[in-house]
């Protein structure tokens, strides 16, 4: 009767339109006062501030100040250019660059909205240009963006860590290093759903190579993202060709309708993901595929600055050098020193704007952690993990059936809900069921993360849909019609995830990391 009362009330207030942090809240609130009365409702603040003020969860302000920082530095657009000299010569070049430039840009994100927003701004409007139908170019890139809680640091992991302790010793620290091989796995996923993709060329029947004299039609983007992951408007012009003939320059296309020049430099680039908007950029790819290796080291050079975050973090948590609290506040300053003395593209005037953006992000993601604590409280002091966790395995004791169960109930509640309420929400109640039947702490980790991962790009919530729809100028219902290869690949490298402990463990192991 519990049960039915606390997830009744929490899908009922979410069939009213109210936001999933308030549902979450108020479902557990009205649970509380209808079983104990109103004189409980003291217990409220009691739980919520000690969740939010957990010494733990103080990394993820500074991991969000290190990757806004670092989309103001410009440092998607260096990665998009490194990735396009090496892979670009390559008949699915611009694909392979998107995943790639997603997997790294994760690494310093550690969001799948951010990263989304960061990267689709330069490389779905190359990817039309060259031929992909605006639906499948969205599709990539929102797809690619999961990644983001994948890949380390990763925000979801820091959120499993706190909730899942009281049920199984997990750390950090490991999770970091076990998310690596089943980041690499969704990201080959993703270029194999790629091939499958036809290009509009293709589609015609025709050549996708053409004449490098061909016609630049003009376009114009523009970003803009909210805290909560909404999208601004952006527009690209359509038509020309991302190909010329073999030997030649390949021409993508800039937001002016110019053809990039093989011999420009980086572009500068001012974003922010958050609570303000992007600002604007030429989201250009300003390099020759057909580049030599003065070039793609010139490029590497540029890119190397950005690319250390990821390094310094993972090898001064692994070096025993600091601990992952530690590791995001270093991030954070060297992030700084970065953006103002190396790139120069962050000004002592941009600093509030900076902070502000990402105090905004950490206040939601702190709310979302305070109410989703709240109702974590009223599933395990009712008794309901308990009742549940008796019933399944009542049913049945098979690991791979509950697994299984288990996967089909998260990607769909994955679909509606993010992945830091779904932790509060189902951690209590899966992780002691998955224990019983011999399933490591590992392994539900990076299951249950991957699981909510490809969540952020399945319909009718996942909220990269929306932050790519938004850049690509495309409706919700068109990128939906396309992201069902990258959505079938994602779903077979779950599975692959869920039922190979090895590739989430193998790693950590390897590493002697506890």
């Known amino acids: 009767m519990i049960a039915l009362l606390l997830f009744g009330s929490f899908f009922l207030f979410l069939g ?95 969001s799948g909205p951010a990263t989304v927003a960061a990267i689709g701004a330069i490389l779905i409007p190359a990817l039309v240009r060259n031929g992909y139908q605006k639906k499948h170019a969205v599709s990539l890139v929102a797809a690619s963006g999961s990644m983001g809680i994948v890949v380390p640091p990763s925000i979801a992991f820091i959120i499993f860590a706190v909730v899942a302790a009281e049920f199984g010793k997990i750390s950090i620290s490991r999770l970091f290093i076990a998310g690596i091989v089943p980041g690499i796995i969704m990201a080959v996923a993703f270029f194999i759903a790629a091939l499958f993709v036809p290009r509009v060329r293709e589609l015609a029947g025709l050549p996708v190579r053409t004449k490098p004299d061909a016609e630049a039609v003009t376009g114009s983007t523009s970003i803009g993202t909210s805290a909560s992951g909404s999208a601004g408007a952006d527009s690209a012009g359509n038509g020309g060709s991302g190909d010329s003939a073999a030997g030649s320059k390949t021409q993508l296309l800039t ?111 702190m709310f979302i952690v305070g109410v989703a604590s709240l109702f974590s409280y009223v599933i ?94 495309v409706k919700l219902e068109e990128v939906v019609r396309g992201i069902m290869p990258f959505l079938i690949c994602a779903i077979i490298a779950l599975l692959l995830i869920t039922y190979i402990p090895a590739i989430s463990n193998w790693l950590p192991d390897l590493l002697g990391v506890g």
Do not use: C
Not at 295 to 311: C, R, S, T, W
Not at 353 to 365: D, M, N, R
Not at 381 to 389: L, Q, T
Not at 420 to 438: D, K, M, T
């Open 16 to 110: 009213l339109g109210i936001p999933v942090a308030f549902a979450l809240g108020l479902s557990a609130v009205v649970t509380l006062v209808t079983t104990d009365g109103v004189q409980v409702l003291d217990v409220v603040p009691s739980v919520m501030f000690p969740s939010m003020s957990s010494g733990t969860l103080l990394a993820i302000p500074f991991f969000i100040l290190a990757g806004i920082v670092m989309q103001y530095t410009g440092i998607s657009q260096r990665l998009v250019d490194l990735a396009f000299l090496i892979f670009g010569r390559l008949r699915h070049g611009l694909a392979a660059v998107t995943i790639i430039s997603a997997f790294f840009f994760s690494a310093i994100s550690g």
């Open 255 to 365: 937001a002016n309708g110019k053809a990039a020049s093989a011999s420009s430099g980086v572009s500068g680039t001012s974003r922010s993901v958050g609570s303000g908007s992007v600002g604007s950029a030429d989201p250009t790819v300003t390099v020759n595929p057909e580049g030599g290796f003065g070039e793609i080291m010139a490029a590497l050079v540029k890119a190397i600055p950005g690319l250390l975050i990821p390094v310094i973090i993972l090898g001064g948590i692994y070096g025993g050098i600091f601990t992952p609290t530690e590791a995001g506040a270093v991030a954070s300053v060297y992030a700084l020193i970065v953006g103002v003395f190396v790139y120069r593209e962050l000004s002592w005037k941009d600093m509030p704007k900076v902070f502000l953006e990402s105090g905004v992000s950490t206040a939601v993601i």
């Open 380 to 473: 395990t002091v009712e008794g309901v993990a308990d009742r549940i966790s008796a019933a399944v395995l009542g049913v049945t004791d098979n690991k791979y059936l509950i697994l299984a169960a288990i996967t089909i109930i998260l990607l769909i509640v994955g679909a509606f809900v993010d992945a830091i309420s779904a932790f509060y929400l189902f951690i209590p109640i899966l992780v002691p069921i998955l224990i019983g039947v011999g399933v490591d702490m590992t392994t539900i980790g990076v299951f249950m993360t991957v699981n909510l991962a490809i969540g952020l790009f399945t319909p009718p919530v996942g909220l990269n849909l929306y932050v790519g729809a938004g850049i690509g100028k």
